[in-house]
Structure formats: C-alpha cells, structure tokens
C-alpha cells in the first residue's frame, strides 16, 4: 500500500464516521433492540416483564387480527400501486406531449406530492363528507358513506393515497421519455410505424425499467403507510382499513403491548426486506432492460 | 390545422391536471368560505370570502407553534443531513473503502428501513435520554434516517464531479476540508440544492417519530398538530382547512419555485442507470 492510498483510506474513515455513528445508534442499535424486544412479554402498564421466547410470533399465527391487517396491507399496496403505475405513465406521456406549458403543468402535479400525507388526509376527509362533501354532492342520490361503510372505507383510503403518490411515479417516467433521443421515434416513423405502435412497440418497453424501479419504491411505502390511514380512518370502520403498520401501532402505544407489537413491527420490517430483494432480483435478471 | 390540435392538445393536458389539483383547490376555497356556508353546498361558491377561519387559527391554535417548530427541526435536520452526508458520499463515491459493496447494499436496504420498525426502541430511548418533546430528539432522528438517502443522492452528484478538480487540489498541497471547502462544495451546489430539499420536505412531511416523541406543544410539528386539531363540538372544518393550507404553504413553494432542483432531486439515480 502506497502512503496515498494510506492516506486515502484514512480520509475515507474520517469521512464516514458520522454517518456510520448516526446510523449505529439510531437505526442499527434500535434495530436489534426490537428484536430484543419482540421476544418478550412486556406491558409496561402492569408490571409485566419477562422472556417469552417466540411466544409473540406463534400467538400471530392464531390471530385472526393480524391475518385481516396483513390482507388489508396486500389490498392496499397491489391496489394503491397498480393505479399509481398505470395513470402515472398516462400522465407522463400526456405531459411528454405538451409542446407548451409542461412548467405548469408539472407544477400541478408535484402539488399533490408535496403535500404531508396528514394534509392528504385532510383534504380527503372534507371531500369525503357525508353530506357536505364534494363528491356526495357531485354524485347526488348515489352518494354514499365513504369513511364509514366497511366495503367503501378502503377503496376510499387507497383513492386518497394514489392521489398524492402517482405524481412521484409520472415524473420518474417523465424524466425517462426525456431521457429518450429523438432519433429514435424519427426512425420508427420512417419505419411507418402508427402511433399505437410506437407507444406499444417502443415507448412502454423504453419505461420497462424505471416503472419497476418506481413500483419497488412505491410498493415499499405503501407497505410501511401509516399517516393516510391513521388519520383518515384510524384503521375503521370494523378494522377494515387496519393495516399491520397500524395494528403494530396501536398494539405498542395505544394498548402498550410492547413485546407483542415490536414482533408486529419486526414482521412488516421482514415484508419490506423481501419484497425489496424480490424487486431487485428481477431488476438483476434485467429480464426488462432498457 | 395540425397547429391548432396540438394546441387544443396543450390546454386539454392542463385542464385534467387542474382537474387532478382539485383536493388541493377545494380545501383551498374552503379555507376562505364563511362558516355558515360550510356545509350548505350547493351551491358550490360561496357569497363571500373571508379570513376569520386563518384569524382563528393564528389567534388561538396551537398551528403557529407547531409551524415554528416545524421550521426549525426540518432546517435543522437537513443541515445536519447535509453536514454528515457530504462526507460520507464523498467517501462513497471517490474514496478506496474495504467492504465497500457491503457499505452500500446496506445504505440502499436502510432507505427501505420501516420507521414503525424502529419506533418502539426509539420511544424508549429518547425517554431515557430526556429527548422527548424535544427538537433535538426529533432532529437526530429525523437526519439519521434521512441520511441513507441523502448519501445515496449525494453520491451521485459528486461522481458527475470532474476528478481533474480534484487533483489539482491534491497537487496544491489542500486538505480534505479544504478539498471540500473549495472544491466539492462548489460544484455540488445545484445537486446540494436538491438533497436539501428532499430533506426538508421529508423531514416537514414526517408523521409516525413527530407523533410518537411529542407530548406538548414544545416539539409538535405541523402534521402532528393538523392530525390532533381540536374540535369541540363539531369538526371545525374551515379552521381545518385554513391550518391545512399553513401545512402545505412551505412544499407548495418549494414545488413552484424550485421545481427544477426537485424533479433533479427525485430522478437522480433512477434514471441514469
């Protein structure tokens, strides 16, 4: 090892120390304290503290509630991200069109996701209003109880969050089809290629790649989504928009189970891992290159 | 012909998109109706505008509290985000590191890190450190979560960063902060700009550690104080939504006014690759 390299790697430690403290302490330390954690019986409340091996995770087994929040988590993420995917590569293109006013017209859309999701939900609770909600009253005599009505409640939660989260996917697409050399439409052109072939035949394969990527961010926060719900339904009406976000939620501060719902937590942190290595497992195969 | 059709093309693309921003624009004319009218819809507009829903929440809630304090821990944690950050993405991207690849799977799976994962444990140990219901507490967290991104981010731009800059400060005898000083910085300015406000708006956005970590008003942020708005016998729905707009006036801006550095921001990385 030369004196530069030496002194390269010294500079490269310096470098990282407070990013590999700040993580040490706040994510890796925690991190292993939950697992810790979950394997105990502790409820602050009563006294109670002991080992309990995995006692927390066999109990999940048996309880229906976490078997209908893990169902309401795969509903709401396929759901919340299959909409996102599919009109956010419609805005992208009609966006990509625009000859004029795409400043604006991405200002519109960024609008929506800027917002905190707690505004979100806000804005979605007065649309959704009984009576004096603007979709009620758009719909008149077939409105209906959004927020209220167990078949309604969690279409209407994934509608609101698809409303502030497709924007992020549009413009990952949007910034693709910029990507895109103009030469190459010219060619398909000359080709005589339609217009429903070149979407077909070259523009969606060309997305193939960032879309994945935008469903494997988009499906990891869908996954961890706590605020939209929280706020907007708090898990109701009758547990049909519960999460398992929410219910280990409510299980560590609202009931203060905190063995229990740490083991909750540390199942959703392993659903987020495995859904991410299944993602990038396909990424690799790059069975959708682009 | 031709000409006019892309142009019916062009507004037809703004009306939908306008049509998309209605949530925003329908609480936005709520803020500014009268109560009276609030639930009497139709018709749509109202009589009159007025400002007594902001009145009211500026005079007697607790949202300009919770608007300071959000401030300040958001420009806090993405000082301190950018202060760790820079460095370690410097380190990242130039510098030779044993178990490198390791070093970055494991800075990619972290900003895929649940925050409910970590909750429990955090709870516990920012009451055992006295940080509850503090801006430190929450800042810490905030920028050591943020910051697996930040780098990530970060990293990117500084390889676009021409390596001659570089060598010519390691020939002119600079340290590394003064490499940094006169040389990254600088020319990481425009991608700083962007991290920096991903930062921000993450940090000003975040729900589940703000609600978790608060008990009083000292440290409660904007979404904490939206989410716990008071209501005493029925829901104040235009304070509602005058404290919503108050929510949303920092992002807004920052959508409107430095859209170029946000689309930078969020397709760095996804897209060159």
Same mark, same amino acid.
């Given at each position: ?7 390269? !790697? ?62 309401? $988590? ?143 961010? !988009? ?64 990424? !690799?195969?790059? $069975?959708?290159?682009? | ?12 693309? *703004? ?66 985000? *950018? ?13 030779? *590191?044993?178990?490198?690849? *390791? ?15 970590? &909750? ?57 902060? @003064?490499?940094?000083?006169? +040389? +990254? ?5 425009? @991608? ?22 608060? +008990? ?7 979404? &904490? ?27 807004? +801006? ?20």
């Amino acid at each position: 090892m030369t004196r530069r390299q030496a002194a390269d !790697r010294r500079r490269a430690l310096a470098c990282l120390a407070p990013t590999v403290l700040a993580l040490g302490a706040l994510t890796v330390y925690p991190g292993v304290w939950v697992l810790w954690l979950s394997l105990q019986h502790r409820i602050p409340i009563f006294d109670v503290s002991r080992f309990a091996g995995l006692d927390n995770y066999a109990f999940l087994g048996v309880d229906s509630r976490f078997w209908n929040a893990a169902h309401t $988590t795969a509903v709401f993420t396929l759901g919340s991200v299959a909409l996102e995917v599919v009109l956010g590569v419609m805005a992208a293109l009609a966006i990509h069109a625009q000859r004029r006013g795409r400043r604006l017209a991405l200002s519109l859309l960024l609008l929506a996701w800027a917002m905190p999701a707690v505004v979100g939900a806000k804005l979605f609770e007065w649309l959704y209003h009984p009576t004096a909600g603007l979709i009620n009253v758009t719909l008149g005599r077939h409105s209906a109880n959004w927020l209220g009505d167990p078949g309604l409640a969690l279409p209407a939660v994934i509608l609101a969050d698809v409303w502030r989260t497709m924007p992020f996917v549009a413009i990952l697409c949007y910034a693709r089809l910029l990507a895109v050399p103009a030469e190459v439409y010219e060619a398909a052109q000359v080709d005589g290629a339609g217009r429903l072939a070149t979407l077909t035949r070259i523009t969606l394969p060309l997305l193939g790649r960032i879309l994945l990527l935008a469903a494997l961010f !988009r499906t990891l926060d869908a996954l961890r989504a706590f605020d939209i719900m929280f706020v907007l339904t708090g898990g109701g009406p009758a547990g049909t928009t519960e999460t398992l976000t929410v219910y280990a939620y409510r299980a560590l501060f609202q009931t203060l189970q905190l063995g229990f719902g740490s083991a909750l937590s540390v199942v959703v942190f392993l659903l987020v891992m495995a859904v991410a290595w299944a993602y990038l497992k396909i990424l !690799r195969t790059g $069975t959708v290159a682009a | 012909m031709r000409r006019s059709i892309r142009t019916v093309g062009d507004v037809a693309v *703004l009306v939908a998109l306008a049509a998309y921003a209605i949530p925003f624009f329908w609480q936005l004319l709520t803020s500014f109706k009268p109560e009276a009218e609030l639930l009497r819809i139709p018709p749509l507009l109202p009589s009159r505008l007025t400002l007594e829903h902001y009145r009211v929440v500026i005079e007697q809630s607790l949202m300009p509290r919770a608007l300071g304090n959000s401030l300040g821990i958001a420009t806090l944690t993405t000082l301190l985000a *950018l202060v760790a950050g820079v460095p370690g993405a410097y380190a990242v991207a130039r510098l030779p *590191l044993p178990g490198k690849r *390791l070093l970055l799977l494991a800075i990619v799976a972290s900003t895929a890190f649940p925050q409910i994962a970590t &909750v429990s444990p955090l709870y516990l140990l920012m009451r055992a450190l006295d940080l509850r219901d503090t801006w430190a507490g929450l800042v810490l967290v905030h920028a050591s979560f943020a910051l697996p991104l930040t780098i990530w981010l970060l990293a990117g731009f500084i390889r676009e960063i021409p390596m001659e800059a570089e060598e010519a400060a390691a020939v002119d005898g600079a340290g590394l902060l @003064g490499l940094f000083r006169w +040389v +990254v910085i600088p020319l990481l300015a425009p @991608g700083l700009a962007s991290t920096a406000l991903l930062t921000f708006l993450f940090s000003w956005n975040e729900f589940l550690f703000a609600y978790t970590f608060t +008990v009083s008003e000292a440290s409660r942020t904007i979404p &904490v104080a939206l989410a716990l708005f008071p209501g005493v016998f029925e829901v104040p729905w235009g304070d509602i939504a005058a404290a919503a707009m108050l929510a949303s006036l920092p992002p807004v +801006v920052i959508v409107i006014a430095l859209q170029r550095f946000l689309v930078k921001g969020l397709t760095a990385g996804a897209v060159k690759e």
